[in-house]
């Protein structure tokens, strides 16, 4: 009798879970990086056939590229591999030419004139739809001349920003733009790699419309059994529209765990009601660049 109750239990256990299948729908990779050291003139561990595949057999229809140097995204965006495969690149300038921008770039005028050239350029998969991943390791540096540049260039065009910073340089970057935030679009990438206290994220949500969070590498994210962490579950179904998933590959070890990567997104996006999953995975950045 013990048996069978215990039996009955573990069953009707499973049929309250069964909202937690893995969701099955689109993705979008909203923060990808092909640098050099992945390709590295089709002779790398990672060239565009393969690089694509990965985002082929995890149902990942588009992805936000962004390179150091520019070269890796022109070459996923002119990739037939990615034609092939039905998917669409979203390319972002990249304000690095080599990593020793990484440090320098918000004073270096040439970063400037090279982002104009590249904006001008374009790709063969059209026109560049924003500028980033850029790093801000010193909030401060928000204000520095290029930075500011920047900042006015994305809000007059209509350009996206991709940013690693912490909580001050989004308020920084967001009141430095001709409008003080009010048409700038961010997206904030890791949502607070630091650890931002959630309510902190919140209140910057609620100020600045055009704010949005990438969740990639944020801790406390994810609790026990792989779903999302109760305050930021709240988070999210307070804010549907606002956040989106990306894998940033800023190192050949992440295009290793492409897989399970995206594995783990479509476990926690399961827990989620059917809607809300499709706006993280998909429909948010996919909004966000008028894509169809």
């Known amino acids: 009798m013990r048996r069978t109750l215990l039996l009955a239990g573990l069953l009707l256990a499973q049929a309250g879970h069964a909202w937690t299948a893995d969701y099955a729908g689109p993705l979008f990779d909203a923060h990808l990086h092909y640098n050099v050291e992945a390709w590295d003139g089709h002779a790398g561990p990672y060239p565009p056939a393969a690089a694509v595949a990965r985002m082929q057999r995890n149902g990942v229809r588009a992805i936000l590229s962004n390179s150091r140097p520019n070269d890796g995204t022109h070459t996923l965006a002119g990739s037939p591999e990615a034609a092939d495969a039905g998917v669409k690149v979203v390319p972002f300038v990249r304000v690095y030419r080599n990593r020793a921008d990484y440090s320098n770039w918000f004073r270096d005028p040439g970063i400037f004139d090279m982002v104009q050239a590249e904006l001008a350029r374009g790709t063969a998969a059209g026109p560049f739809k924003g500028i980033g991943e850029f790093h801000l390791y010193d909030s401060a540096n928000a204000n520095g001349p290029v930075a500011r540049q ?137 909004t966000l660049f008028a894509m169809q």
């Open 150 to 286: 920047i900042v006015a260039l994305a809000e007059q065009r209509g350009l996206a920003l991709l940013a690693h910073v912490d909580d001050r340089a989004v308020e920084l970057l967001m009141e430095g733009s001709p409008t003080a935030g009010r048409k700038l679009r961010l997206i904030w990438a890791h949502t607070g790699i630091g650890g931002v206290p959630v309510e902190r994220v919140r209140e910057l949500l609620e100020r600045y419309p055009g704010l949005m969070g990438e969740l990639s590498y944020r801790p406390g994210l994810v609790c026990e059994g792989g779903q999302l962490c109760a305050p930021w579950r709240r988070l999210i179904e307070d804010f549907p529209d606002r956040f989106m998933i990306g894998s940033d590959t800023w190192i050949n070890a992440r295009w290793a765990s492409y897989d399970d990567l995206m594995a783990d997104y479509r476990a926690w996006l399961g827990g989620l009601p059917p809607d809300l999953a499709r706006r993280v995975a998909w429909d948010n950045a996919a």
